[in-house]
T-cell receptor, first 116, second 112 residues
Framework: DAGVIQSPRHEVTEMGQEVTLRCKPI?????LFWYRQTMMRGLELLIY????????DSGMPEDRFSAKMPNASFSTLKIQPSEPRDSAVYFC??????????????FGEGSWLTVV | KQEVTQIPAALSVPEGENLVLNCSFT??????LQWFRQDPGKGLTSLLL?????REQTSGRLNASLDKSSGRSTLYIAASQPGDSATYLC???????????FGGGTRVLVKP
């Protein structure tokens, strides 16, 4: 099992540019989560999907952020236009189906974004 | 709104000492609580998951307890080793939804 795969691992971009982060969840998992981690705010849930459908996007900071999950094996998080305050580590995580109380969530290695 | 707090934010102990990490949450209506480990530059690795009906879970040198009514969990790491140096985070799954809410983490340094 390859685990949750995220790309790119590191990205440095200029303010105003579009950023697209990608995630491939573990095969067979039906829940997918996007988290953002900063020193100041810790880990924040941005959005999560269940069976490819967005369930809760209340953590998406503003309209510059959007996320899609066109199929069970791929999701994107897009920031357009990017700003320096978006600099953070963005984690994707997935969880298998079944009794939700008993299932562990698996994290990817993260995408380290720096907006200059 | 659920809030998860971990105190202290950082901890340094000599090798061999037992570690005690604390986690508190404001809303006791949870489904489960998980403890994670995060190494620098890496993602999170799940260590232990405690169901809301359980009082504790054990895995090797790790033991996690849960007191749901008081909103507290404690992670014990016995006979600490330098390899235990990492940031430890707790997270709760709320009964009202499917998402995890994380604490700020405790950064642990075990000195040889």
């Amino acid at each position: 099992d390859a685990g949750v795969i995220q790309s790119p691992r590191h990205e440095v971009t200029e303010m105003g540019q579009e950023v697209t982060l990608r995630c491939k969840p573990i095969s067979g998992h039906n829940s997918l989560f996007w988290y953002r981690q900063t020193m100041m705010r810790g880990l924040e849930l941005l959005i999560y999907f269940n069976n490819n459908v967005p369930i809760d996007d209340s953590g998406m900071p503003e309209d510059r952020f959007s996320a899609k999950m066109p199929n069970a094996s791929f999701s994107t998080l897009k920031i357009q236009p990017s700003e320096p305050r978006d600099s953070a580590v963005y984690f994707c995580a997935s969880r298998p189906p079944g009794v939700r109380t008993g299932n562990t969530i698996y994290f990817g290695e993260g995408s380290w974004l720096t907006v200059v | 709104k659920q809030e998860v707090t971990q105190i202290p934010a950082a901890l340094s102990v000599p090798e061999g000492e037992n570690l005690v990490l604390n986690c508190s949450f404001t809303d006791s209506a949870i489904y489960n609580l998980q403890w994670f480990r995060q190494d620098p530059g890496k993602g999170l690795t799940s260590l232990l998951l405690i169901q809301s009906s359980q009082r504790e879970q054990t895995s090797g040198r790790l033991n996690a307890s849960l007191d749901k009514s008081s909103g507290r969990s404690t992670l014990y790491i016995a006979a600490s080793q330098p390899g235990d140096s990492a940031t430890y985070l707790c997270a709760v799954v709320e009964a009202a939804g499917n998402k995890l809410t994380f604490g700020g983490g405790t950064r642990v340094l075990v000195k040889p």
